[in-house]
C-alpha cells in the first residue's frame, strides 16, 4: 500500500521541513564524525611520536643499547617499560641498527626481528603512521635512535588503535545530543512557519489552491468586465481581458506602473484613488466607463470597470428623441395656433387676410429652413439645428444662426462634429432658460481645412477657476437625469475635438453668458479630393 503525503498544506509543510530538518542534522553529524576521526588519528600519532623523541633523547638508552644484550630483564627493557607505563603507550620497541629489538611489551618478542620495516627510521626519518603489528593495529612514531651523532637503532611507539576508537564512539552521545537539541529547534521552526502558512492559505490543500488559481484565471479571463489589480508601490499587477479591451493596454502592462502605463488623466486618477467615490464615471479614449476601487489589505487596490458606453449612447438617443418630440410638439402646438387663427378668419369673411396669413406662416417656416440649409451645406448639421430651432422656441429661447455662418458639405466625420455641436446647444438652452433676454447663437465656419464652432448664450456664464473643470468626466452642475449620471457631455466634447487634432475651451461671450469654442484643424477633406468624388 503506498503511503502518500497529508492533503493539507499545514501538514505537507510541517512534514517536509522536519524531514529537511534531520536529513541537516544527520548530514551535519556525518560531516562533523568524519573529520573527527581523523583529527583523533592524527593526535594519537603526534603523541606516538612524542614519546618516542622523549625515549631517543635520553643518553643512557642509546649507551644501554650499545653496551648490553638484548634481555627481558636488561637496562634497555626496563627503562622502556618504565615510559610505557608512565605514558600509557601500547608499546614501546626499542632496537640496533639491525632491527633486533632490545625491548618490547612482550618480553618474549625482545632479541627478534621487528615485525614492521624500520628502514625509513634507521635512515634518519621521523614516521608517523597506523599500522598493523604483533601487537594488532596501532598509532605508531618511529624516530632515530643516536648516539655521539651516528645512528645506532630506532625507538617505535604504539598507542592502542581501539583506544582512539574508543574516544570517537565516546564523543558520539554528546554529538548526537546536539544534533538532537538542534533537530529540536529546526521542528519547532517548522512548526511554527507551518501554522503562518496555515493562516495565509485558510488550510487548504495544494490541489485546492491550484485549482482556485485556475478557476481564478479562467473566472478573471472571463467574465465581461474589466479588472484592474494594482500593488502597494502603483504597479499593475493583474490586468484581465476585458481590461485590455477597455483601457486598450496589452498583457506588456502588467508589472508597469499604473501612470506610465495610462498616462495623465480621470482614469489614471481614478484607478491609482487620488478620486475617490462609487460608481466613478470617466472617459477613455471614445468609452464611457464606470470605476469601482477596493483597497486590500495588503496596500494595493483592485479596481471594476464597466462599459457603459452603449447605455449613455442609449440615454442620447432617448435625449434626442425627447428632443424631437418636444420640437414635434411644439410644431404641433404652433401649427394648432395657426388653424385656430385661420378658422377665425375665415369664420369672419376675411378671405384675404386668411390668404396672406397662409403666405407668411409658409415663408417663415420655409425662410427658417432655407437659412439653415443655405448656410450649412452638410444635411446632418443643417437638421440638427432647424430641430433646435424649434425646440429653442418652445423654451422661450432665441436660437440664431450668425451671419457669418458657412459649412461646405466636406465633412470628415460628420456624425462627431454633430455630436459636439448637439452637445454644446442643449447646454447653451439650458443655460439661457431664465435669462433676462435669453438667446442662443450658433456659427460654424469653414478655413480650409479647418473647422471653427462658436456657440454663445445669455446665460451666467462660466467662472475663471471652473473653466477647466467643466470638460472633467463626472462634473456637472445639474440633476442627473433618469437614465444615468451628468457630466459626460463636454468631457466627450473635449475628447472629440482632440481626437481630430482639435481643442475646446470655453470663454466670456461680449454680451455676457458663455461662449463655447471648438477648433478642428483636419475637419474637412482635400478640395480636389471632394470635386473629384462630386464630378461622377
Given at each position: 500500500?503506498?503511503?502518500?503525503?497529508?492533503?493539507r498544506v499545514f501538514s505537507q509543510v510541517l512534514v517536509m521541513q522536519l524531514a529537511i530538518a534531520a536529513g541537516v542534522a544527520v548530514l551535519a553529524t556525518g560531516l562533523f564524525l568524519a573529520p573527527l576521526s581523523d583529527q583523533l588519528d592524527d593526535q594519537a600519532m603526534r603523541r606516538a611520536l612524542a614519546i618516542a623523541q622523549t625515549t631517543a633523547a635520553q643518553p643512557q638508552v642509546a649507551e644501554d643499547l650499545t653496551g648490553t644484550r638484548p634481555s627481558p630483564s636488561g637496562p634497555v627493557q626496563a627503562e622502556a617499560e618504565r615510559i610505557r607505563e608512565a605514558t600509557g603507550a601500547?608499546?614501546?620497541?626499542i632496537m640496533n641498527e639491525r632491527g633486533v629489538r632490545w625491548s618490547h611489551a612482550n618480553p618474549a618478542e625482545i632479541g627478534r626481528l621487528v615485525s614492521t620495516d624500520p628502514s625509513e627510521a634507521l635512515a634518519g626519518h621521523e614516521v608517523m603512521e597506523i599500522d598493523d603489528g604483533t601487537l594488532g593495529r596501532s598509532a605508531r612514531g618511529k624516530v632515530p635512535l643516536r648516539a655521539d651523532g651516528e645512528i645506532v637503532g630506532a625507538v617505535s611507539v604504539g598507542i592502542e588503535y581501539d583506544s582512539v576508537r574508543d574516544r570517537l564512539i565516546s564523543s558520539i552521545?554528546?554529538?548526537?545530543?546536539?544534533?538532537?537539541?538542534?533537530?529540536?529547534?529546526?521542528a519547532l521552526a517548522a512548526y511554527l512557519i507551518s501554522r503562518r502558512v496555515q493562516k495565509q492559505t485558510r488550510d487548504l490543500a495544494f490541489s485546492d489552491i491550484s485549482a482556485l488559481l485556475a478557476e481564478r484565471e479562467a473566472m478573471l479571463h472571463g467574465i465581461r468586465e474589466g479588472v484592474v489589480a494594482l500593488g502597494r508601490n502603483g504597479r499593475i499587477r493583474l490586468l484581465n481581458d476585458e481590461a485590455q479591451r477597455l483601457l486598450t493596454l496589452g498583457p506588456e502592462a502588467i508589472g508597469r506602473p499604473l501612470d506610465e502605463a495610462l498616462g495623465d488623466g480621470r482614469t489614471t486618477d481614478v484607478l491609482a484613488g487620488r478620486v475617490t467615490g462609487t460608481d466613478l464615471l470617466t472617459v477613455r479614449g471614445q468609452r464611457v466607463l464606470v470605476a469601482n476601487r477596493m483597497?486590500?489589505?495588503?496596500?494595493?487596490?483592485v479596481a471594476t470597470l464597466r462599459d457603459r458606453t452603449e447605455l449613455e449612447r442609449l440615454g442620447r438617443e432617448l435625449d434626442s428623441t425627447r428632443g424631437l418630440i418636444d420640437a414635434l410638439r411644439a410644431k404641433d402646438h404652433e401649427h394648432a395656433n395657426h388653424l385656430h387663427t385661420l378658422l377665425g378668419l375665415l369664420e369672419l369673411e376675411m378671405y384675404d387676410d386668411a390668404v396672406e396669413f397662409v403666405g407668411e406662416t409658409v415663408g417663415s417656416h420655409r425662410a427658417t429652413a432655407e437659412q439653415v440649409t443655405e448656410k450649412l451645406h452638410d444635411p446632418?448639421?443643417?437638421?440638427?439645428?432647424?430641430?433646435k430651432v424649434a425646440v429653442a422656441a418652445e423654451r422661450g429661447v432665441s436660437l440664431r444662426i450668425s451671419d457669418d455662418?458657412?459649412?461646405?458639405?466636406?465633412?470628415?466625420?460628420?456624425?462627431?462634429l454633430v455630436t459636439i455641436?448637439?452637445?454644446?446647444?442643449?447646454?447653451?438652452?439650458?443655460?439661457?432658460?431664465?435669462?433676462r433676454a435669453p438667446r442662443v447663437e450658433v456659427a460654424l465656419r469653414a478655413e480650409g481645412r479647418s473647422v471653427q464652432l462658436r456657440v454663445r448664450d445669455s446665460g451666467g456664464g462660466v467662472a475663471q477657476e471652473q473653466r477647466e473643470l467643466i470638460f472633467t468626466e463626472g462634473w456637472s452642475t445639474k440633476e442627473p437625469p433618469a437614465h444615468g449620471k451628468r457630466g459626460i457631455g463636454l468631457a466627450l466634447v473635449r475628447r472629440l475635438a482632440e481626437r481630430q487634432g482639435g481643442s475646446a475651451y470655453v470663454g466670456e461671450a461680449p454680451d455676457g453668458?458663455?461662449?463655447?469654442?471648438?477648433?478642428?484643424?483636419?475637419?474637412?477633406?482635400?478640395?480636389?479630393?471632394?470635386?473629384?468624388e462630386e464630378r461622377p
Amino acid at each position: 500500500m503506498r503511503i502518500g503525503l497529508p492533503r493539507r498544506v499545514f501538514s505537507q509543510v510541517l512534514v517536509m521541513q522536519l524531514a529537511i530538518a534531520a536529513g541537516v542534522a544527520v548530514l551535519a553529524t556525518g560531516l562533523f564524525l568524519a573529520p573527527l576521526s581523523d583529527q583523533l588519528d592524527d593526535q594519537a600519532m603526534r603523541r606516538a611520536l612524542a614519546i618516542a623523541q622523549t625515549t631517543a633523547a635520553q643518553p643512557q638508552v642509546a649507551e644501554d643499547l650499545t653496551g648490553t644484550r638484548p634481555s627481558p630483564s636488561g637496562p634497555v627493557q626496563a627503562e622502556a617499560e618504565r615510559i610505557r607505563e608512565a605514558t600509557g603507550a601500547e608499546y614501546i620497541v626499542i632496537m640496533n641498527e639491525r632491527g633486533v629489538r632490545w625491548s618490547h611489551a612482550n618480553p618474549a618478542e625482545i632479541g627478534r626481528l621487528v615485525s614492521t620495516d624500520p628502514s625509513e627510521a634507521l635512515a634518519g626519518h621521523e614516521v608517523m603512521e597506523i599500522d598493523d603489528g604483533t601487537l594488532g593495529r596501532s598509532a605508531r612514531g618511529k624516530v632515530p635512535l643516536r648516539a655521539d651523532g651516528e645512528i645506532v637503532g630506532a625507538v617505535s611507539v604504539g598507542i592502542e588503535y581501539d583506544s582512539v576508537r574508543d574516544r570517537l564512539i565516546s564523543s558520539i552521545p554528546g554529538l548526537f545530543a546536539y544534533a538532537g537539541g538542534a533537530l529540536a529547534v529546526g521542528a519547532l521552526a517548522a512548526y511554527l512557519i507551518s501554522r503562518r502558512v496555515q493562516k495565509q492559505t485558510r488550510d487548504l490543500a495544494f490541489s485546492d489552491i491550484s485549482a482556485l488559481l485556475a478557476e481564478r484565471e479562467a473566472m478573471l479571463h472571463g467574465i465581461r468586465e474589466g479588472v484592474v489589480a494594482l500593488g502597494r508601490n502603483g504597479r499593475i499587477r493583474l490586468l484581465n481581458d476585458e481590461a485590455q479591451r477597455l483601457l486598450t493596454l496589452g498583457p506588456e502592462a502588467i508589472g508597469r506602473p499604473l501612470d506610465e502605463a495610462l498616462g495623465d488623466g480621470r482614469t489614471t486618477d481614478v484607478l491609482a484613488g487620488r478620486v475617490t467615490g462609487t460608481d466613478l464615471l470617466t472617459v477613455r479614449g471614445q468609452r464611457v466607463l464606470v470605476a469601482n476601487r477596493m483597497p486590500t489589505d495588503d496596500g494595493g487596490a483592485v479596481a471594476t470597470l464597466r462599459d457603459r458606453t452603449e447605455l449613455e449612447r442609449l440615454g442620447r438617443e432617448l435625449d434626442s428623441t425627447r428632443g424631437l418630440i418636444d420640437a414635434l410638439r411644439a410644431k404641433d402646438h404652433e401649427h394648432a395656433n395657426h388653424l385656430h387663427t385661420l378658422l377665425g378668419l375665415l369664420e369672419l369673411e376675411m378671405y384675404d387676410d386668411a390668404v396672406e396669413f397662409v403666405g407668411e406662416t409658409v415663408g417663415s417656416h420655409r425662410a427658417t429652413a432655407e437659412q439653415v440649409t443655405e448656410k450649412l451645406h452638410d444635411p446632418l448639421l443643417a437638421a440638427l439645428l432647424v430641430g433646435k430651432v424649434a425646440v429653442a422656441a418652445e423654451r422661450g429661447v432665441s436660437l440664431r444662426i450668425s451671419d457669418d455662418t458657412r459649412l461646405p458639405d466636406r465633412l470628415i466625420d460628420p456624425q462627431g462634429l454633430v455630436t459636439i455641436a448637439g452637445n454644446l446647444v442643449d447646454n447653451a438652452l439650458d443655460a439661457a432658460v431664465g435669462s433676462r433676454a435669453p438667446r442662443v447663437e450658433v456659427a460654424l465656419r469653414a478655413e480650409g481645412r479647418s473647422v471653427q464652432l462658436r456657440v454663445r448664450d445669455s446665460g451666467g456664464g462660466v467662472a475663471q477657476e471652473q473653466r477647466e473643470l467643466i470638460f472633467t468626466e463626472g462634473w456637472s452642475t445639474k440633476e442627473p437625469p433618469a437614465h444615468g449620471k451628468r457630466g459626460i457631455g463636454l468631457a466627450l466634447v473635449r475628447r472629440l475635438a482632440e481626437r481630430q487634432g482639435g481643442s475646446a475651451y470655453v470663454g466670456e461671450a461680449p454680451d455676457g453668458g458663455a461662449e463655447f469654442t471648438v477648433v478642428l484643424p483636419e475637419a474637412l477633406t482635400e478640395t480636389d479630393l471632394a470635386h473629384a468624388e462630386e464630378r461622377p
